[in-house]
T-cell receptor, first 117, second 112 residues
């Protein structure tokens, strides 16, 4: 199946710094990618929809200035957590689909565990 | 609104069948999914079912959908230790290329 790669898989950063997480589709082009956040022992919450060449669409309650999304190419979307605080510590995971339409499968990255100290 | 609910834990004996249940509220859900997440790993799509289907079987996995009650279940036959994971029920209105709403996940543990 198609491969989605996230980098880094783990990151520890100090409060107040910014962290960039990359999501790459390795063997297909994705006009749309999705970013999720998973709290401990909780479900995955959709944060935003990343659209190549245009602004991301954020879900209600997600601060767009806090979580900057850039979808610069058909194979790369980045999520930057700006001025990170301990409450931003979480597991972030992205997904991408090869194409729009029916019978498509979303492929998930392996996730990034962010710890803010 | 959109809401997908599942029980948090399930413990079964090795070799028995596991049944994980899920309820959803969005009547316009078109696709219903079951994902598996192993510790420290991403998500693996196990199976999905269209809302116009009642049942889908794939080897040890059987998905049952009661659209009237908005109830979805996943049955794993002959549960093995490798089945230990968190299982997420999810739904979307169109295709997986669209917005997917996840349940809270059910942690399946296998006892000898």
């Amino acid at each position: 199946g198609a491969v989605v790669s996230q980098h880094p898989s783990r990151v520890i950063c100090k409060s107040g710094t910014s962290v960039k997480i990359e999501c790459r589709s390795l063997d297909f082009q994705a006009t749309t990618m999705f970013w999720y956040r998973q709290f401990p022992k909780k479900s995955l919450m959709l944060m935003a929809t990343s659209n190549e060449g245009s602004k991301a669409t954020y879900e209600q309650g997600v601060e767009k200035d806090k979580f900057l999304i850039n979808h610069a190419s058909l194979t790369l979307s980045t999520l930057t957590v700006t001025s990170a605080h301990p409450e931003d510590s979480s597991f972030y995971i992205c997904s991408a689909s090869p194409q729009e339409g029916l019978n498509t499968e979303a492929f998930f990255g392996q996730g990034t565990r962010l710890t803010v100290v | 609104g959109e809401d997908v609910e599942q029980s948090l834990f399930l413990s079964v004996r090795e070799g028995d069948s596991s049944v994980i249940n899920c309820t959803y509220t969005d009547s316009s859900s078109t696709y219903l999914y079951w994902y598996k997440q192993e510790p420290g790993a991403g998500l693996q799509l196990l199976t999905y079912i269209f809302s116009n289907m009642d049942m889908k079987q794939d080897q040890r996995l059987t998905v049952l959908l009661n659209k009237k009650d908005k109830h979805l279940s996943l049955r794993i036959a002959d549960t093995q230790t490798g089945d230990s994971a968190i299982y997420f029920c999810a739904e979307s209105r169109y295709s997986s290329a669209s917005k997917i709403i996840f349940g809270s996940g059910t942690r399946l543990s296998i006892r000898p």
